[in-house]
């Protein structure tokens, strides 16, 4: 795409959504703008993606934003098995909360290890889930919830990219309880969603 249509956003909006159908693998999935949408990363709880609308200059962070975002909607599609989710989710609302996080740091690392472009995209996205939600102002771990602290440190565990300037203090206040989970086990599994599932569960298990 030349510079000029990559700048038109409704152009940008049909191109970013071509790709994620793409990797999403669902040619005929409906993918909606809204004005709503903040470039954090939000699955939607639909199953139908819906991404933040572009402002009309769009520059060159915005657009890897908006790609990223689409990037995470589509590699959770791609990758995530609902129906097995189901069967293995834990029944606690906490436990349920934190499963939930490690299964879409589980789905972006496939994407992070195994398609070019897409890591800095996702690192832009987490950069700025940090910076948007204050994580670069803690002063207490349980500032954070229990689901956004272990999406933060799953996904830098299970894709080795280099933590955002803005995720610094919260891995800093959740060090103690990094270094005593198993992130091993989750990244030895990354293509089995089951197998995931149970190291899942156990890693939650051990921070009772």
């Not at 890897?64 to 995470?72: K, N, P, T």
Request: aromatic share 4%.
């Amino acid at each position: 795409m030349d510079q000029n249509n990559s700048n038109n956003p409704e152009n940008f909006k049909h191109a970013n959504a071509v790709t994620l159908r793409t990797i999403a693998g669902e040619k005929d999935i409906e993918v909606t703008y809204s004005s709503a949408e903040v470039p954090t990363g939000r699955f939607s709880p639909t199953g139908r993606p819906r991404l933040p609308t572009p402002s009309h200059n769009m520059p060159p962070e915005e657009k890897r934003l908006l790609r990223g975002c689409a990037d995470v909607q589509a590699l959770y599609l791609a990758h995530h098995d609902e129906k097995l989710h189901h069967r293995v989710l834990p029944r606690d609302a906490k436990a349920r909360e934190a499963f939930e996080a490690l299964e879409l740091a589980r789905c972006e690392a496939l994407g992070f290890k195994g398609m070019e472009g897409v890591g800095a995209n996702l690192n832009a996205v987490l950069e700025e889930k940090c910076r948007h939600n204050g994580f670069n102002n803690l002063s207490n771990k349980d500032q954070v919830a229990l689901g956004d602290a272990l999406h933060v440190l799953a996904r830098l565990a299970l894709t080795d990219e280099p933590a955002p300037p803005s995720a610094e203090k919260l891995l800093a206040l959740w060090k103690p309880i990094a270094e005593k989970l198993d992130f091993n086990a989750l990244k030895n599994s990354l293509h089995d969603q089951k197998a995931f599932a149970q190291n899942a569960r156990a890693l939650i298990k051990a921070m009772d």
